[in-house]
């Protein structure tokens, strides 16, 4: 049921235009909890969490992402090195393999997580990030980020 009013909220905020597009060419991708933290006050960075899963017979990536609710949006790395926690940001996108399921959850192994950078409205629990991720082959698909209460998500203190 959520799933479902999600996917309505995201292709209205889209345009009938995309929605069409989006009805014409049914994507191999699965986007698995899109979820981000509330944050105290407008203009901060938020990190956004999900999974993305490959249906599909052919390889894909993910190239970039934007959001219009944000100044930008980054794919990143995070990395423990000699005890200091580093982010890099994947220049080259992120491969989604036929078959797989790509990780960018809080404390996932992988370490990848979205950066939406400059936050223009103060996000509170239950409010949608709404963000576009671009794939090079399943192109763009809008997905709504759903902002989790501080206290519900593990993984440290919210970003800078
Ligand atoms: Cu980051």
Same mark, same amino acid.
Request: positive net charge; hydrophobic residues 45%; glycine residues 10%.
């Given at each position: 049921m959520r799933m479902n009013r999600n996917l309505l909220y995201g292709l209205a905020a889209a345009g009938a235009v995309l929605a069409g597009a989006a009805l014409a060419q049914p994507t191999a991708l699965k986007i698995l909890q899109p979820t981000t933290r509330a944050t105290p006050l407008p203009g901060m960075t938020a990190v956004g969490y999900l999974q993305i899963e490959n249906d599909g017979r052919s390889d894909d990536r993910l190239l970039g992402a934007h959001s219009t609710a944000a100044d930008s949006v980054e794919i990143h790395q995070m990395r423990t090195t000699g005890g200091m926690m580093q982010m890099r940001p994947l220049k080259e996108g992120l491969a989604v393999p036929a078959g797989a399921r790509v990780d960018l959850r @809080?404390? @996932? @192994?992988?370490?990848y997580h979205l950066m939406v950078i400059g936050v223009k409205q103060q996000l509170n629990p239950g409010d949608r990030l709404p963000v576009v991720l671009d794939f090079e082959k399943a192109g763009a698909l809008p997905v709504d980020f759903v902002v989790q209460p501080l206290a519900d998500t593990a993984g440290g203190k919210p970003a800078p």
């Amino acid at each position: 049921m959520r799933m479902n009013r999600n996917l309505l909220y995201g292709l209205a905020a889209a345009g009938a235009v995309l929605a069409g597009a989006a009805l014409a060419q049914p994507t191999a991708l699965k986007i698995l909890q899109p979820t981000t933290r509330a944050t105290p006050l407008p203009g901060m960075t938020a990190v956004g969490y999900l999974q993305i899963e490959n249906d599909g017979r052919s390889d894909d990536r993910l190239l970039g992402a934007h959001s219009t609710a944000a100044d930008s949006v980054e794919i990143h790395q995070m990395r423990t090195t000699g005890g200091m926690m580093q982010m890099r940001p994947l220049k080259e996108g992120l491969a989604v393999p036929a078959g797989a399921r790509v990780d960018l959850r @809080a404390n @996932a @192994a992988s370490g990848y997580h979205l950066m939406v950078i400059g936050v223009k409205q103060q996000l509170n629990p239950g409010d949608r990030l709404p963000v576009v991720l671009d794939f090079e082959k399943a192109g763009a698909l809008p997905v709504d980020f759903v902002v989790q209460p501080l206290a519900d998500t593990a993984g440290g203190k919210p970003a800078p």
